[in-house]
């Protein structure tokens, strides 16, 4: 991709709703078959609250099938660790260690909370190295909360993203689409889907269109421990930061009250 450089900023109407970073490995078999005690206590004081649960491994259509004829589905293990007012999620499973947060505020505050997880659970566990390295950001536009109901989305969304919005024949009918883009990166690949989706105001009790962005990047390769992880997460951030601004007007940027850092 050759995205332009856009200027860092954080926006004050921030449309994260979702932020995930995850880092797979080998299978280490001590994980799930002894209780994580050792790094549940090095993390519990950020992460009180523990759960373990069991998460099938595949497609739901092959496990509803597989459930007809047999009650002993295979399913994987999976420990949980979250913050006492749940936006903060820990999981460590036996070939990945990920975190999930619904609060987030900026890039070093993050990545800082991931690399603390990352030391102990090397410290404890000693994975030989690491086989694919992800960052994930879902950003949902939802008018309402940005004061523009009064905008069309061909305001907001460029062409070169969404010709559909262009399209005077069938602008007025979209209801909803979801597109996917498979990109190739300098340091791996993303996959970014985004398109008109229906949300619900709970509290109003009614149905709003919103356009979602999500952009999954992703380094599948034998990745040594150390320095070099952090590298392509930093790589992987400043490039979700020009998609991102690529992928929406200066009206919309202006919406959301960009402030420099």
């Given at each position: 991709?050759?995205?332009?450089?856009?200027?860092?900023v954080i926006y004050e109407y921030n449309?994260?709703?979702?932020?995930?970073?995850?880092?797979?490995?080998?299978?280490?078999?001590?994980?799930?078959?002894?209780?994580?005690?050792?790094?549940?206590?090095?993390?519990?004081?950020?992460?009180?609250?523990?759960?373990?649960?069991?998460?099938?491994?595949?497609?739901?259509?092959?496990?509803?099938?597989?459930?007809?004829?047999?009650?002993?589905?295979?399913?994987?293990?999976?420990?949980?660790?979250?913050?006492?007012?749940?936006?903060?999620?820990?999981?460590?499973?036996?070939?990945?260690?990920?975190?999930?947060?619904?609060?987030?505020?900026?890039?070093?505050?993050?990545?800082?909370?991931?690399?603390?997880?990352?030391?102990?659970?090397?410290?404890?566990?000693?994975?030989?190295?690491?086989?694919?390295?992800?960052?994930?950001?879902?950003?949902?536009?939802?008018?309402?909360?940005?004061?523009?109901?009064?905008?069309?989305?061909?305001?907001?969304?460029?062409?070169?993203?969404?010709?559909?919005?262009?399209?005077?024949?069938?602008?007025?009918?979209?209801?909803?689409?979801?597109?996917?883009?498979?990109?190739?990166?300098?340091?791996g690949q993303v996959n970014f889907n985004?398109?008109?989706?229906?949300?619900?105001?709970?509290?109003?009790?009614?149905?709003?269109?919103?356009?979602?962005?999500?952009?999954?990047?992703?380094?599948?390769?034998?990745?040594?421990?150390?320095?070099?992880?952090?590298?392509?997460?930093?790589?992987?951030?400043r490039t979700a930061r020009n998609l991102?601004?690529?992928?929406?007007?200066?009206?919309?940027?202006?919406?959301?009250?960009?402030?420099?850092?």
């Amino acid at each position: 991709m050759k995205l332009p450089d856009y200027e860092r900023v954080i926006y004050e109407y921030n449309p994260l709703i979702e932020v995930i970073a995850q880092i797979r490995f080998p299978t280490i078999l001590k994980i799930t078959s002894q209780e994580p005690v050792d790094f549940q206590d090095s993390v519990r004081f950020e992460y009180p609250i523990f759960e373990a649960s069991r998460n099938l491994q595949i497609p739901v259509e092959l496990s509803n099938l597989l459930t007809q004829f047999s009650s002993n589905v295979p399913s994987e293990l999976t420990y949980q660790f979250k913050s006492e007012d749940l936006s903060w999620q820990l999981s460590v499973d036996k070939s990945s260690i990920t975190l999930v947060t619904n609060k987030y505020e900026k890039y070093e505050i993050f990545i800082e909370r991931f690399k603390s997880a990352i030391e102990i659970f090397e410290k404890i566990y000693n994975p030989s190295f690491y086989s694919r390295i992800g960052l994930r950001y879902r950003d949902l536009i939802i008018r309402s909360k940005l004061n523009i109901t009064n905008r069309t989305w061909v305001e907001l969304i460029p062409r070169h993203i969404a010709s559909e919005l262009y399209t005077p024949e069938i602008e007025e009918s979209i209801i909803n689409f979801i597109k996917n883009f498979q990109l190739r990166t300098e340091f791996g690949q993303v996959n970014f889907n985004h398109g008109l989706v229906q949300v619900r105001d709970i509290e109003k009790n009614i149905d709003e269109t919103a356009y979602l962005l999500d952009a999954d990047f992703f380094t599948e390769e034998k990745i040594e421990k150390g320095e070099s992880v952090w590298k392509i997460f930093e790589k992987s951030n400043r490039t979700a930061r020009n998609l991102f601004r690529w992928s929406i007007t200066e009206e919309l940027h202006s919406a959301m009250r960009p402030k420099n850092i």
